[in-house]
Nanobody, 125 residues
Framework: QVQLVESGGMLVQAGGSLRLSCAASGRAFSRYAMGWFRQAPGKEREFVARITWSGLRTYYADSVKGRFTISRDNAKNTVYLQMNSLKAEDTAVYYC??????????????????WGQGTQVTVSS
């Protein structure tokens, strides 16, 4: 079992920055890939970013590339999402997810085994 708890979501103005955190507990954090997804009202959950178990490889959705950075601290069992130059279209509930069966993760929600409860990010224009 893996428990994931996101934090850091809030209301921010367009052009601003936020850092989301996701604290994990349970199975060995350093052995599995982590991802961030988001879901806006009336839309499907979409991939944002993922990071391999080692942290050496990261992958991003085209919509956030160059603005968002995913990172992890395996000593703290935490994955982060640094979000810069935020836009109104970034408004969504952000979820972190763990793929405990793969060190690499994937861009699809179905690849992930555990999810956090989500944290709301609202960007005002």
């Amino acid at each position: 079992q893996v428990q994931l708890v996101e934090s850091g979501g809030m209301l921010v103005q367009a052009g601003g920055s936020l850092r989301l955190s996701c604290a994990a507990s349970g199975r060995a954090f350093s052995r599995y890939a982590m991802g961030w997804f988001r879901q806006a009202p009336g839309k499907e959950r979409e991939f944002v970013a993922r990071i391999t178990w080692s942290g050496l490889r990261t992958y991003y959705a085209d919509s956030v590339k160059g603005r968002f950075t995913i990172s992890r601290d395996n000593a703290k069992n935490t994955v982060y999402l640094q979000m810069n130059s935020l836009k109104a279209e970034d408004t969504a509930v952000y979820y972190c997810a763990a793929d405990v069966n793969s060190g690499g993760g994937d861009d699809f929600p179905a690849a992930y085994d555990y999810w956090g409860q989500g944290t709301q990010v609202t960007v005002s224009s």
